[in-house]
């Protein structure tokens, strides 16, 4: 049975950086593309950065130059590392491969406040 477990999120300042985590149990990581996305009451689920299994990357226009997706294949993990955070990245992360569409983890929570 596939779980997703997001970590890392938490209360920042602008400006502010976070590294979120997402474990993967089982399947195998590096068999798959991966992504993170982000979700407000308001909205949808949005893809925010992709990371191919050849570790290919690619970001949404709202967070390019500020996030970095990165994978540790050994730890079955993806890492978002998240730059100069702004109050409109307040959001809950998930993690899944869009391929897949794994039952969905809890989500980390985000705010971005001064």
């Known amino acids: 049975q596939v779980q997703l477990v997001e970590s890392g999120g938490g209360l920042v300042q602008p400006g502010g950086s976070l590294r979120l985590s997402c474990a993967l149990s089982?399947?195998?990581?590096?068999?798959?593309?991966m992504g993170w996305y982000r979700q407000t009451p308001e909205k949808q689920r949005d893809l925010v950065a992709t990371?191919?299994?050849?570790?290919?990357?690619n970001y949404a226009d709202s967070v390019k130059g500020r996030f970095t997706i990165s994978r540790d294949n050994a730890k079955n993990t993806i890492y978002l590392q998240m730059n100069n955070l702004k109050p409109e990245d307040t959001a809950v992360y998930y993690c899944?491969?869009?391929?897949?569409?794994?039952?969905w983890g809890q989500g980390t929570q985000v705010t971005v406040s001064s």
């Open positions: 990371v191919t299994t050849a570790r290919t990357t």
């Open positions: 899944n491969a869009p391929s897949r569409n794994w039952p």
């Open positions: 089982g399947d195998i990581l590096s068999n798959w593309n």
